[in-house]
């Protein structure tokens, strides 16, 4: 039988998430198509992460899977169409398992947020999610109890307001599609892994997310990659419906750590971006 399609969004880094998930998933039998987007890297300060896209296709090629990459810009709604008729054409079958990774993240807060910012996460974050879900659920003819939707959040809004806000979006929509395409037997869920370090954080603001969860460890793009595999297995078909935080157990007392979303990072650590 010919392996099952996965399409990960926002895998542009290969220490990012996006990246850690497509890993997996190849690891347990799923070919990819992964889409990125350079733009939003180079207007961000760690700037484009050069043959980050072909290193990781060589990667899931040497793991066993087909996987191709697609560049686009998921503020444009036309984008997700094109995404799903790419990956439909260049693999030659239907997506069974969507998975969310892509965002746009620029700090600012309730005084400081632009008009342009503001409607630039939302875009991205809940509308392209939004259209995503919905090319998906148009497409499926898999087998019912087959398909997966899951999707990456964050908690985190206080300094942080258009990116936290446009999550927030994300996840009502994602909880939406486990009852909307419950006709379907697909399943969809919200993970929210926490603060992972994908380079980004600073040595004090390391020590404090460390003293502040009970397993004395940051997270790790292969923690969340975990999670994400299980849900999109066999063995996960019994979870549906449900966010999901996956974090060692960080306290938060009054909201979160000092700023561990820096400009352009998110909750889960990773500068994912449009693509």
């Not at 961000?44 to 810009?73: F, K, Q, S, Y």
């Not at 999670?227 to 063995?235: A, M, T, W, Y």
């Not at 352009?264 to 500068?271: K, N, S, Y």
């Amino acid at each position: 039988m010919s392996r099952p399609l996965a399409l990960v969004t926002g895998v542009g880094r290969t220490v990012g998430i996006g990246a850690a998930v497509a890993r997996r998933l190849a690891d347990s039998g799923w070919d990819l198509v992964l889409t990125h987007w350079t733009p939003y890297d180079l207007r961000m300060e760690w700037g484009v992460e050069r043959g980050a896209t072909e290193a990781i296709v060589r990667d899931l090629t040497a793991r066993g899977a087909t996987a191709e990459a697609v560049e686009a810009d998921l503020a444009d709604p036309e984008a997700p169409a094109f995404v799903l008729d790419t990956a439909e054409r260049l693999l030659g079958r239907p997506v069974t398992a969507l998975v969310l990774c892509h965002c746009e993240s620029v700090d600012s807060g309730l005084l400081d947020t632009t008009v342009e910012s503001f409607d630039r996460h939302f875009a991205v974050n809940a509308r392209a999610s939004w259209l995503l879900i919905r090319e998906y659920g148009r497409r499926f003819t898999g087998t019912p109890g087959t398909g997966r939707i899951v999707a990456l959040t964050s908690d985190h809004t206080v300094g942080n307001l258009p990116y936290g806000a446009s999550k927030g979006a994300l996840d009502r929509i994602t909880l939406a599609a486990a009852h909307e395409l419950a006709h379907l037997g697909v399943t969809a869920n919200v993970v929210n892994p926490g603060p992972v370090d994908t380079g980004w954080m600073s040595g004090e603001l390391r020590e404090e997310i460390v003293r502040k969860t009970p397993l004395g460890r940051l997270g790790t793009p292969r923690d969340a990659a975990h999670l994400v595999d299980f849900l999109c297995s066999p063995e996960g078909q019994w979870v549906n419906g449900q966010l999901l935080t996956a974090n060692g157990g960080l306290v938060r007392p009054g909201g979160a750590p000092r700023k561990y979303a820096g400009p352009g990072r998110t909750d889960t650590g990773e500068p994912a971006g449009s693509g």
